[in-house]
């Protein structure tokens, strides 16, 4: 069974620098769940919306900002609220972000800017954004992480990054402005936090292991309406034209086809379904098959 592992983290902004990065810049109070699931299955881990922790000693409380979710290979980014994540094949490392409440006592007109990785699963630290409305304030942004808002300032963020292949998806911003395609419209007097967020679109993460599929093909006419045979796990077993069994393998892989423009569970159960069928058809036909090979039929 796949592994997951659910991670509970605070992005720190006090003493925010982005190169190089301060250390720490997260926080994670309590230790992750880490637990094994099913495949094909879902997982749906303990929703926090406030995160209470100890700032110096001083009990704070953090804001959850949003959910990521990587199997190393892909990643995806989910609002913050519930969450049920399928499992596939692959081990998946789930994400709660979250940032103080109240900003962590920045206290100065100034938002902070930063860069995510979907695929990462985390924050990134490459020159990323571009102050377009007044481009000397361009390398704090990457630098530091900061922006000033004594006045509006747009920003533009980067279509790629070096650290990784995921081109730009899209802003998240938190009381930092609008943002509208790679660009975000930060007022004066803002003081939130902006996410630049790069990840690829349509990323999926719960491919079903092989162990759920039937494999086989077929020899001589049966493709066309004729007899021939279908070869299981290297054995080849005859088959009449059109016989039960080819109605029957025939039945599963509509099923599988007729699935596969649904949604992930839909798709899952579907192949889980066809599988189910097409195992049965073939323990059906095969007492009868081998009476065929022997002449009994």
Not at 241 to 266: C, D, E, K, M, Y
Request: net charge negative.
């Amino acid at each position: 069974m796949p592994h997951v592992s659910v991670h509970y983290k605070i992005y720190l902004s006090a003493g925010h620098h982005r190169q190089p990065r301060n250390h720490p810049f997260e926080l994670e109070p309590n230790p992750s769940s880490e637990v094994d699931v099913t495949d094909p299955g879902n997982i749906v881990p303990l929703y926090i919306p406030q995160l209470p922790y100890l700032s110096d000693g001083v009990p704070e409380l953090a804001q959850l900002l949003f959910w990521s979710v990587t199997d190393g290979t892909n990643g995806q980014t989910h609002p913050a609220g519930p969450l049920t994540q399928s499992v596939g094949a692959n081990p998946l490392t789930i994400t709660a972000w979250y940032f103080p409440v109240g900003g962590g006592g920045n206290g100065s007109t100034a938002i902070i800017d930063d860069a995510f990785s979907a695929v990462k699963g985390d924050f990134i630290d490459d020159t990323f954004v571009t102050v377009t409305s007044d481009p000397s304030l361009t390398n704090q942004a990457n630098v530091v992480g900061i922006v000033p808002t004594v006045k509006a300032e747009t920003l533009q963020a980067s279509a790629t990054v070096a650290s990784t292949t995921e081109p730009f998806s899209k802003w998240l911003s938190f009381a930092a402005g609008n943002p509208v395609g790679n660009t975000i419209d930060v007022p004066a007097g803002a003081g939130g936090l902006a996410i630049a967020v790069y990840e690829r679109s349509g990323a999926v993460l719960n491919v079903p292991s092989r162990q759920y599929e039937v494999g086989g093909f077929l020899i001589g006419g049966v493709a066309v309406d004729a007899g021939g045979a279908i070869v299981i796990n290297g054995k080849p077993h005859p088959v009449d034209p059109w016989g039960p069994l080819v109605v029957s393998l025939a039945q599963a892989s509509l099923i599988v086809v007729g699935s596969s423009g649904g949604t992930r569970s839909i798709v899952s159960e579907g192949r889980q379904l066809a599988a189910k069928a097409a195992l049965e058809s073939i323990k059906r036909a095969i007492p009868r098959i081998e009476k065929g090979l022997q002449g009994k039929e």
